[in-house]
């Protein structure tokens, strides 16, 4: 059966039961307060964790059952900004994605070329490809590590907070990007704060405490109500170009 499946998983520190499944082609977006175990549920989904109880299936099989490089070619992850790889060149980095595909000590060929083009090219980051990943922006390193992951050309790709630190015109950009994966097939789950960043994604997900509280289309799930009960009875909702709009 294909996806990347949570069944009732609970972690070490948090989630009390939660069960997820992402599809290849769609987008999803993670919310919930700060503390709900959204980083948790993407580490568990990702095997950087072991699940106390429940357990975690990608494309049918028991995710501990793949070799870490075959978990590699089809699961790629975007963490929180934290520490990057120092001396390294932006095309160096980006070509560290595609060692799932060629094995420590294997040769670059033609597919690992292309796919590191490609990566360069969709992130809008090849103009720095000569530049140390240490002298660019926090919001232009994001994109750069963004590179790596598609580099590997998953089937899935976690992204947690990945607009935290980008402008409005590359928060725009990046949401365009993630859409456009998603209809090309991959599967895109992010963790997002925003509910308007939310509102572009196929479905939500929303978790509270350890919990899935709901899930649903975006229009149908961002209501003032179903809002104000999660964040406080300043939240409003507007629409506008056939998508709700959140604000206080
Ligand atoms: N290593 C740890 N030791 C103790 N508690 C932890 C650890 N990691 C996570 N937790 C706790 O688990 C809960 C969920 O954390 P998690 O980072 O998954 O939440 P989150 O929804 O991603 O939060 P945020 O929106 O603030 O990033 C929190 O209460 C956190 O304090």
Redesign the pocket.
Known sequence: MEGLEARGVQ?????KGVSLRLLPGEFVALL????????????LLLGLEAPRRGGVYLDGLPLYRYGSYERGRRLAYLP?AGPVPEGLWVEEVVRLGRLPHQGLLGREGREDKEAVEWALEVTRTAAFRDRPLGALSGGERQRVLLARALAARPRYLLL??PLNHLDLEHQAGLLGLLLGLARGGMGVLA?L?DPNQAARADRVVF?KE?RVLAEGRPGELLTEPFLQGVYGPSVRVAWAEGRPVVYF
């Open positions: 972690g070490r520190h948090a989630l919930g307060p700060n503390g709900a175990g959204k980083s948790t549920l993407l580490r929180q947690d907070e963790v704060h978790l350890g």
